[in-house]
C-alpha cells in the first residue's frame, strides 16, 4: 500500500501570501497531504493582503505547525516527504536558509530538506536584488534548491489575476513532479 505524498509548505512575510493559499488549495484537490508552517510576519501580509484569516489558512493544511516548534516531525531528516516550497519567500529566510541558520521551524525544515537532498522550492519575492541577495540565491542552487521566483508568464493570456496565480502555482507543482492540470501547456508557435 503506498504512502500518500506529502509536501512541506512554508509562508514567509514576503508580499504574495496567494501562491502559499493556491498551492495548498491545488494541493487538497490533488489529494497531497500538506505540513504547514507560517512566519509571524507572514501572518500580517496574510491578513493585509486577503480576505482571509490565519486560522482559515491553516484550515487548508492537513497539519499545520507553529512558527517556533523546532521540534515537529517536519523538522527531521526521517519524516518521508516530496520536499518543501516555500511560497512566498521572503529575502530574509532566504538568507537564513543560505547561512544554514535554522532559528524557527520554517529554516530548519528547509535545511532539513536540503541536506537530505529532497527538493527545495523558493518562490522568492524581491525585486530589485543586490549583489548580497544573488549570492545567497547562487549558494541555495548550488546546494540543489530551485529559484522560482513568480514571475508571470504571458503566452497563457491570462484573463485575471486568478490565471497568472495558477499557472505559477501550476508551475511549481511541476517542478515538484506533481501532475496537475493549473499550468497552461506551451504547444509551440502555430504557423500559418
Not at 493559499?21 to 484537490?29: D, G, N, S, V
Not at 541536506?115 to 522550492?121: A, N, T
Not at 543586490?130 to 508571470?152: K, M, Q, T, W, Y
Amino acid at each position: 500500500m503506498s504512502e500518500k505524498q506529502k509536501l512541506i509548505i512554508g509562508m514567509t512575510g514576503a508580499s504574495g501570501a496567494i501562491y502559499g493559499i493556491r498551492l495548498l488549495e491545488a494541493c487538497k484537490l490533488l489529494n497531497i497531504e500538506t505540513h504547514l508552517v507560517i512566519s509571524k510576519a507572514a501572518e500580517i501580509t496574510l491578513v493585509h493582503e486577503t480576505k482571509r484569516s490565519v486560522s482559515e489558512v491553516r484550515a487548508l493544511a492537513d497539519v499545520s505547525y507553529k512558527y517556533a516548534d523546532i521540534g515537529a516531525a517536519i523538522a527531521s531528516g526521517s519524516f518521508r516527504n516530496a520536499g518543501m516550497v516555500i511560497a512566498p519567500c521572503s529575502v530574509r529566510s532566504m538568507s537564513e536558509i543560505a547561512a544554514g541558520t535554522t532559528s524557527n521551524l520554517l529554516t530548519r525544515a528547509a535545511d532539513v530538506i536540503l541536506k537530505e537532498r529532497r527538493r527545495l522550492i523558493l518562490m522568492i519575492r524581491e525585486s530589485p536584488l543586490h549583489s548580497g541577495h544573488l549570492r545567497h540565491l547562487a549558494e541555495l542552487s548550488d546546494l540543489g534548491a530551485i529559484i522560482a521566483p513568480p514571475v508571470p508568464a504571458f503566452y497563457t493570456h491570462p484573463k485575471n489575476l486568478d490565471d497568472l496565480v495558477n499557472h505559477t502555482i501550476g508551475r511549481t507543482l511541476d517542478l515538484m513532479n506533481i501532475d496537475n492540470d493549473l499550468a497552461t501547456r506551451w504547444n509551440g508557435l502555430k504557423n500559418g
